[in-house]
């Protein structure tokens, strides 16, 4: 019987001696695992600053000048082109030139808004709307200016003297004149620009436009 007790005391001393190295080993394979480098908290916080500066630098330099010049340029330009759209519903005889200046009151009035949010977000100054009829709008007078294609006053009066076929003709005319400056513009805010929404919108006008001068040209039988 001695002999047996002593066995199983043997027994049990092997047995904890077992069990605590296979503790001691998962204790050591754990701390290894959750801290490869001994300060895992350090690294996550090195990371998420690294990603902060990031971010940081990403909207400081999310737009530059051409940006704001681009916006700040192609809202009146737009304004002109829906002012002269405007004017096809009573006094053009062509339902073709009705639509197609519905077309351009549809895609520019929401670029207008658009380009006025991004200009309010970079704290840049929106250009005012016309106070008193077209010929207050900003850039009317300028047609030689930084916003190419841009009718003056007195070709805007004419405009509006004009219904029926001799105002279809004109109104294609302009249209397409005005059409050309805003793509020279939209080109010169794909070649400078920094911010991407502006740079897409400058996109679609290029392509947009570029195909509406073409059914414009077709219409006046060139």
Not at 151 to 171: I, N, Q, R
Request: proline letters at 3%; glycine letters at 8%; hydrophobic letters at 40%.
């Amino acid at each position: 019987m001695a002999s047996r007790r002593s066995l199983l005391r043997r027994t049990a001393a092997l047995a904890a001696t077992v069990t605590a190295a296979v503790v001691l080993a998962a204790c050591g394979s754990s701390d290894s695992s959750s801290s490869p480098s001994g300060h895992t908290g350090h690294d996550t916080g090195a990371t998420s600053a690294a990603g902060a500066s990031d971010t940081a630098s990403a909207a400081q330099g999310s737009h530059n000048a051409q940006d704001v010049s681009f916006a700040q340029g192609m809202i009146p330009h737009h304004r002109q082109a829906v002012a002269m759209a405007d004017l096809a519903a009573s006094r053009a005889k062509s339902q073709q030139v009705k639509d197609l200046a519905a077309k351009i009151e549809q895609a520019q009035d929401p670029e207008i808004d658009t380009m006025s949010g991004w200009l309010k977000a970079w704290d840049a100054k929106v250009p005012a709307a016309a106070m008193s009829g077209m010929e207050s709008m900003p850039g009317m007078d300028h047609s030689d200016s930084e916003m190419p294609g841009m009718m003056s006053g007195d070709d805007m009066d004419k405009l509006k003297g004009l219904s029926g076929d001799a105002f279809d003709k004109a109104f294609l005319q302009m249209m397409v004149s005005h059409h050309e400056g805003a793509i020279a513009m939209a080109k010169t805010e794909q070649a400078k620009g920094a911010y991407g929404p502006a740079m897409t919108m400058a996109k679609s006008i290029v392509t947009s436009q570029s195909s509406e001068i073409t059914g414009m040209n077709k219409m006046l039988g060139r």
